[in-house]
């Protein structure tokens, strides 16, 4: 494959980030919009290009003779030479998950593009304040996240998780003027880099001890006689030499590293117990909470988890217990977040919280995954979870901005019956809540059954566990849905339009979502993306199927019950478990736990010493400094008194003593 | 009485010379005196000079041309000062040294 | 009688330079003072002659009492009224000069008398350093050569008169 259209990929979001963010303000609010929009169509356009040629092609640098995907670099830079066995190179690596992903970053990139062009005006037509400044972020995430995923060696990767993480910041605070949105910028920032330090860390010992950074030297053999190519999985972790001799601090070295890195993506993937950012960050515009914190940005832990699958499976197969750890967080984080979703009043916060618990899933998935079963069912079921939960979620996001765009607030007692009002975004939400909550034939019960099998085939309480988070997320998804559309008439304020559909830059990305969330399941997934390129067949269990879609089936049911018609049964629930309702709407006070751990703790008691420390006893010795020489200049500015024979005199005086002294020790000695 | 020139004799008179210029520049109120006083000073080193030049490295010329220079230089000095004095004395009437204390802390 | 010449010359130079010195610094107008400075610096250059430095004494004349002395003089005329006396000095301030001229005396007589060896030797022949030899000193670069000096001389020179003109012309604006 040439080179052009990948660089293209990466230099349009970057260039048109260039343009609009030097000369947006030059440009009327309408054109900033267009040519932001079309540019990410254009590079919509040469994601599918690239994905098509990679998936469909059997260009013999993609696809080898017995059919297994292979990855392919396209081109890899040097960039930073530090020295001959040290340089940080930026490239483009094409696999199945990379290849996967430039389509669902596209995907989603455009249609947030198209939307805001609705959503970042008034009513009455009247643009957002930073119109074009909001374009010139998204397309600064856009090339950083696509940058991400084609990371070519872990070091590329690092520097755009920063970036991500930049413009994540950057589109948090998109409303700089709103405290809160502020304080959650700085907020998403600090724990994110908190989790990037441990990243870090990982990266170093993990390059130390491979002497690479190159992805495909740790998990990919190269394909004899081809340039470029790679087959994952055969040589992964050949690089150790000696694995049972390396440790660090005691532990083995690659489950530390490994564990550290996945401390990264538990920061970007809001895991617990770094989730805290996650829900603050939806003080940003509704469609970058579609686009960062709900269907790209947020996966790119789990992405990462992925793209280092191999060495995850070759330490579980030397006894380390990196893939146990990864499942652990993230079935304890899917159950957690499944239960606050149950009782929040915000409904973009509800979808937040839905979203860790989603992506919790995929974390699941990856860390069940394992060769006995099924060849890794759980790594493919993870990834085309990603897929779909990127369409379905991205989907209920910017159905939730059309709402709140529509009727004002985030807060779901403001709307209430909206279903005869905005019947389309009706329509599209149901849809989504639908797909997440697995009912067939929409696409969330294809990968959320893959998900439900290979936890099945690995260990029996994790099935058990992640069914009945599958149970909760039906159940609060659609306890929003019936909160939001049905409960009550809607009441129209006097004075006030009634809520109606959105334009159609906002209403059309809903659909085509809501046509892609419907039908994703349909794609052979196992045939497109697998850990190690090797094509299967999926095939549906339909036992675990028909028990989850039973166990959805309830819960929304019981959803139904409680909320289709205004009714006092979710008061007596909420009265029948107080306290469990009341630390589930507090979210379990983890972010009072933080808040008592950074104030009451570490700026107490260290922050505080220290800072006396300098106040009193380093800037207290300067300060000592300057006023002794204060006052000696006080006592002796007598002496400068103008006068100039008194200054001669006194220098004759120093010179006659020197004088003196020089001739009498000459007078004396020689 | 047959006494040969030697150098105390000259440096004598340029050492009494000089010890004249220290007083009249410690006691004298009007800047130009102070300044004839400076110029007695600088003359009794150019003596030193050409006396130690001559009676000690009598084949070399390097004492005579620091003479020479020093001429120059306080040619030039004198020039500067008396441009200042004229213009302190245009500030203040009067050419008293006690005037320019300008540069008190 | 040559010798003695020589002698009758030393001792009467000698006495001008130490009176007009004094008198130069202790007569209360201004005037005189810069006529007394004008003696004193006519001394100093028949001591040059003495001692064989003919261009010296020759420069000295020239500049020092032919140049700085005028504009001395033209500066009494701008600042002061030539006919005033200066006022008495007070007894502490003349004591005070007294003991400074007389310490720097003492230390210095000490340091002569003490290298009396090295000093009360009798004036070794020289010849007469004659205008060619200075001039290519003056202007030579290599060994002994003054080029240097010279030049940056000259530039001070330049900008002292700029210099001159710039603090002593009268401000307009003020």
Request: aromatic share 14%; hydrophobic share 55%.
């Given at each position: ?21 030097l ?6 609010h ?8 079309t540019?990410?169509?254009?590079v919509?356009?040469l ?53 996967m992903?430039l389509?669902v ?29 909001f ?7 856009s ?39 502020v ?26 001890y491979?002497?690479?950074f ?12 081809m340039?470029n ?11 150790f ?29 809001a ?25 790209t ?14 060495l ?17 967080v993230?079935a ?24 860790i618990s ?8 990856l860390?069940v ?21 990127a ?13 709140i ?25 149901l ?65 006030h ?8 830059t ?13 039908f994703a ?10 850990w ?11 036992t ?9 089936v ?32 507090n ?16 700026f ?34 007598g002496?400068?008194?103008?006068k100039?024979q ?25 | ?12 008179p ?13 006691t ?9 006083s ?6 009794s ?21 620091f003479?020479?220079?020093?001429i ?11 441009a ?12 008293d ?9 | 009688?040559d ?16 009176a ?17 400075l ?8 028949v ?18 009492a ?15 009224h ?9 007894s ?22 003490d ?14 350093p ?27 020179l330049?900008?002292c ?5 710039v ?8």
């Open positions: 494959m040439e080179s052009l259209i990948p660089v293209l990929i990466l230099a349009l979001p970057l260039a048109m980030f260039l343009i609009l963010g000369f947006g303000n030059y440009m009327s309408k054109w900033a919009g267009i040519i932001g929009t540019s990410m169509g254009v919509m356009a994601c599918y290009f690239v994905a098509y040629q990679y998936f469909f092609s059997g260009a013999p640098e993609f696809v080898d003779a017995d059919g297994n995907r292979l990855q392919f670099i396209v081109f890899n830079q040097d960039w930073l030479a530090l020295y001959e066995k040290l340089v940080i190179r930026i490239g483009f690596l094409l696999d199945p998950i990379s290849a992903m389509v970053i596209s995907t989603i990139s455009f249609m947030v593009h198209l939307y805001s062009n609705g959503y970042m005006r008034d009513h009455h037509g009247v643009w957002e304040k930073g119109f074009q400044r374009y010139a972020f998204l397309s600064l995430f090339f950083s996240m696509l940058g991400l995923v084609v990371a070519t060696n872990i070091f590329q990767m690092y520097i755009f998780w920063e970036l991500v993480g930049a413009s994540s910041y950057l589109l948090i605070g998109f409303y700089y003027t709103k405290p809160s949105a304080s959650a910028s700085k907020k998403a920032f600090i724990v994110t880099r908190f989790a990037d330090l441990g990243f870090l860390i990982g990266i170093l010992i993990l390059s130390f491979t002497g690479t190159n992805f495909t030297d740790m998990t990919s053999a190269p394909v004899a006689g340039d190519v790679y087959q994952v999985g055969m040589a992964a972790g050949s690089i030499q000696n694995p049972a001799t390396m440790s660090f601090l005691g532990g083995s070295l690659l489950t530390t590293a490994l564990i550290l890195i996945f401390i990264g993506g538990m920061g970007k993937s895991m617990m117990p770094l989730h805290i950012w996650l829900p603050d960050a939806m003080e940003g515009p509704t469609p970058v909470s579609a686009l960062i914190h709900a269907a940005m947020v996966v790119a832990g789990v992405y990462l988890v992925a793209r280092l699958f191999p995850f499976m070759f330490n579980e197969a030397n006894g380390g217990f990196a893939l146990e750890f990864v499942t652990i993230g304890i984080t899917a159950f957690y977040a499944a239960m606050v979703a149950c009782t929040q009043l915000d409904i973009k916060r509800v979808l937040a919280f839905s979203t989603q992506i919790a899933f995929m974390m699941v998935s860390g995954s394992r060769e006995g079963y099924h060849e890794n069912l759980g790594y493919m079921a993870g990834m085309f979870h990603l897929f779909t939960h369409m379905f979620k991205a989907l209920l996001f910017l159905g939730a901005g059309a709402l765009h529509a009727v004002g607030s985030n807060d779901y007692t403001a709307m209430h019956g909206l279903r005869k009002y905005m019947p389309i975004t009706h329509i599209t939400f849809v989504g809540c639908l797909a997440i909550a697995g009912i067939i034939p929409f696409s969330g019960f294809f990968s959320k059954d893959e998900i439900l099998t290979a936890c099945f085939g690995n260990n029996i309480v994790a099935y058990v566990w992640m069914s009945l988070v599958a149970g909760l997320t039906a159940f609060y998804m659609f306890r929003l849905y019936y909160l939001i559309f049905w409960w009550k008439e809607h009441k129209v304020h006097e004075g339009h009634a809520p109606h559909d959105q334009p159609w906002m209403t059309l990305p809903l659909i085509i979502l809501a046509v892609v969330a419907t399941g349909f794609i052979p997934f196992g045939k497109l993306v697998t190690n390129g090797e094509p299967y067949t999926i095939h549906i269990n339909w675990v199927a028909s028990i989850s879609l039973t166990i959805a309830l819960a929304i049911a019981l959803a139904t019950i409680m909320y289709k018609k205004e009714n006092p049964l979710p008061a007596k629930m909420k009265n029948a478990f107080p306290n469990l309702w009341r630390w589930c709407r979210r379990f006070y983890w972010d009072e736990l933080y808040m008592f751990i950074t104030h009451k703790i570490i107490n008691g260290i922050c505080s010493p220290i800072a006396w420390f300098d106040r009193h006893i380093i800037d207290g010795t300067m300060d000592a400094f300057a006023t002794v020489t204060n006052k000696a200049s006080y006592a002796i500015r002496l400068q008194s103008g100039l008194n200054y001669v005199l006194v220098y004759l005086i120093g010179a006659l003593i020197l004088g003196g002294g020089t001739v009498a020790i000459m007078f004396l000695f020689f | 009485m047959n006494i040969e020139l030697n150098a105390l004799m000259f440096l004598i340029s050492l009494f010379m000089f010890c004249c210029g220290i007083y009249g520049f410690i004298r109120r009007n800047m130009i005196a102070i300044l004839i400076l110029e007695l000073m600088l003359n080193v150019d003596i030193n000079f050409a006396v130690f030049n001559r009676f000690l490295f009598p084949g070399q010329l390097d004492g005579m041309f003479s020479l220079f020093a120059a230089l306080a040619a030039a000095e004198t020039a500067i000062a008396i200042i004095i004229i213009n302190a004395v245009r500030l203040s009437r009067d050419a040294v006690k005037d320019l204390s300008k540069m008190k802390f | 009688m010798q003695l010449g020589g002698q009758i010359v030393y001792v009467v130079v000698a006495l001008a330079i130490m007009f010195s004094v008198l130069a610094v202790t007569t209360r107008k201004i005037l005189r003072s810069a006529t007394f004008l003696f004193a610096l006519f001394a100093t250059a001591i040059y002659f003495m001692l064989d430095y003919q261009f010296l004494g020759g420069v000295q004349i020239a500049v020092y032919g140049g700085i002395v005028v504009l001395f003089v033209f500066a009494i005329f701008l600042t002061s030539p006919g005033d006396n200066s006022a008495k000095l007070t502490r301030k003349e004591l005070t000069g007294i003991l400074a001229g007389l310490a720097m005396l003492i230390v210095c007589g000490w340091a002569f008398l290298r009396c060896t090295t000093f009360a030797k009798a004036m070794p022949e020289m010849k007469n004659d205008m060619s030899v200075i001039g290519n000193r003056l202007l030579s670069s290599g060994e002994g050569g003054y080029l240097l000096p010279f030049e940056a001389i000259s530039v001070l330049l900008a008169i700029i210099g001159g003109i603090i002593a012309r009268k401000r307009t604006n003020d």
